[in-house]
């Protein structure tokens, strides 16, 4: 899957896994995860600002020049 340099601001997504992607660049500002797996998922300079990512776990991810300022 490509979805690389959208924007997905301020959803709440639940129960989703996502595996073998390139996201490079997706925005996803203020987002809520519950129970998300990312597995070997290209997610450099993607944008998580602000974004609950308490329920994520990522495994085998690129997260070169990601923004996690403010993420939990």
């Known amino acids: 899957m490509r979805l690389g340099g959208r924007r997905f ?4 997504l639940v129960d989703v896994l ?5 996201l490079s660049g997706v925005m996803c500002r203020m987002t809520t995860w519950d129970s ?3 597995h070997d998922v290209d997610l450099r300079a993607a ?5 609950n990512l ?3 776990r990522l495994l085998g991810c690129d ?7 403010k993420a939990r």
């Open 9 to 12: 601001d301020h959803l709440r």
């Open 18 to 22: 996502i595996e073998d992607s390139e």
């Open 36 to 38: 998300a797996e990312f």
């Open 47 to 51: 944008d998580f600002h602000a974004a």
């Open 54 to 56: 308490t329920g994520v």
């Open 63 to 69: 997260l070169t020049g990601a923004d996690l300022s």
